[in-house]
């Protein structure tokens, strides 16, 4: 079952707004830079370090690499306690996409091909192909996005919803390289 664009737009800005009303922007680019700093501490234990106050309370956390040490040892903090909202959505997201794909196959209805059209006519019909540069290319986002300080769904739609003109600008700014890109990539 596909829903009409419209509806599932609306569908994505109640959860945006309910987001942002309820706990925090949705963001998620981060979460790839804890996971990462979750793995590097089990081989480095001086990574991440609690930082106590009198009566051996912790007070904060702090890192020897810089990155994970800004804002005050946010991200530190986020390695050393990683269960939270953060890294809940993302593996939800995962799992969502799991189970959304397992009742799609199901659905008799309207299958999704593996390969859309444009793609089988431009590339071919090798799946290990179209996953290559699907991980590639997002490899590549996710690494725009670090740079950026942020992800497309925090900047562009977390960003408009609170009327930010980095928002703004972030929105415009990707939409004027996607499309030259996609125009390009598939000559149409």
């Given at each position: 079952?596909?829903?009409?664009?419209?509806?599932?737009?609306?569908?994505?800005?109640?959860?945006?707004?309910?987001?942002?009303?309820?706990?925090?922007?949705?963001?998620?680019?981060?979460?790839?830079?804890?996971?990462?700093?979750?793995?590097?501490?089990?081989?480095?234990?001086?990574?991440?370090?609690?930082?106590?106050?009198?009566?051996?309370?912790?007070?904060?956390?702090?890192?020897?690499?810089?990155?994970?040490?800004?804002?005050?040892g946010k991200y530190a903090?986020?390695?050393?306690?990683?269960?939270?909202?953060?890294?809940?959505?993302?593996?939800?997201?995962?799992?969502?996409?799991?189970?959304?794909?397992?009742?799609?196959?199901?659905?008799?209805?309207?299958?999704?091909?593996?390969?859309?059209?444009?793609?089988?006519?431009?590339?071919?019909?090798?799946?290990?192909?179209?996953?290559?540069?699907?991980?590639?290319?997002?490899v590549i986002v996710l690494?725009?996005?670090?740079?950026?300080?942020?992800?497309?769904?925090?900047?562009?739609?977390?960003?408009?919803?609170?009327?930010?003109?980095?928002?703004?600008?972030?929105?415009?700014?990707a939409f004027a390289i996607?499309?030259?890109?996609?125009?390009?990539?598939?000559?149409?």
């Open positions: 079952m596909y829903w009409h664009w419209f509806k599932s737009g609306c569908a994505l800005a109640l959860c945006f707004l309910l987001a942002i009303i309820l706990v925090k922007p949705i963001g998620v680019s981060t979460q790839f830079v804890i996971v990462d700093g979750i793995v590097l501490s089990a081989f480095d234990n001086q990574l991440v370090v609690a930082e106590k106050s009198e009566g051996n309370v912790i007070s904060g956390y702090r890192s020897s690499n810089a990155y994970l040490n800004k804002s005050n903090k986020a390695i050393a306690e990683p269960l939270n909202y953060g890294l809940a959505f993302v593996v939800s997201m995962l799992l969502d996409g799991f189970i959304g794909g397992y009742f799609q196959k199901k659905s008799t209805d309207n299958p999704i091909k593996q390969l859309p059209d444009f793609h089988e006519r431009r590339f071919g019909h090798s799946r290990p192909f179209r996953y290559a540069i699907t991980f590639f290319s997002g690494l725009g996005a670090r740079l950026a300080g942020g992800c497309t769904s925090g900047h562009m739609m977390s960003g408009m919803m609170q009327t930010a003109v980095s928002g703004y600008a972030f929105a415009l700014a996607a499309i030259p890109t996609a125009i390009l990539v598939y000559r149409q």
